[in-house]
């Protein structure tokens, strides 16, 4: 069975800064990302990356303030998140795949290996 485990999160004001972090271990994936979703609201794709290219895809609503990177050759991503804001908050989800897709990266089709969520909560 593929784990998808993550770290990081918990609370932070506004403005502040927090980062997540996420490991497939054991097991090849081509695609590793993130995925938030608030009290409420449906899911939204927040950041993605291809990991042999390194290419990556950011929303639109955290551009400019989240960094998706990853530690090459170790099934790792990172989610540095900056300038928080209270709107952030949400559980914060790792997704993981084998598949290397354009759908995947642009968060138009489901993805298959997911973790089981960090809590973000921002304050003002």
């Known amino acids: 069975q593929v784990q998808v485990v993550e770290s990081g999160g918990g609370s932070a004001q506004a403005g502040g800064s927090l980062r997540l972090s996420c490991v497939v271990p054991?097991?090849?994936?081509?695609?590793m990302g993130w995925f938030r979703q608030a009290p409420g609201k449906e899911r939204e794709g927040v950041a993605a990356i291809y990991l042999e290219g390194g290419d990556t895809n950011v929303a639109d609503s955290v551009k400019g303030r989240f960094t998706i990177s990853q530690d090459r050759g170790r099934n790792t991503i990172y989610l540095q998140m900056n300038s928080l804001k209270p709107e952030d908050t949400a559980m914060y989800y790792c997704?993981?795949?084998?598949?290397?897709?354009?759908?995947?990266?642009?968060?138009?089709?489901?993805?298959?290996?997911w973790g089981q969520g960090t809590q973000v909560t921002v304050s003002s």
């Open positions: 054991g097991y090849s994936v081509s695609m």
């Open positions: 997704a993981a795949d084998s598949r290397a897709l354009t759908a995947l990266m642009t968060f138009k089709m489901p993805w298959t290996y």
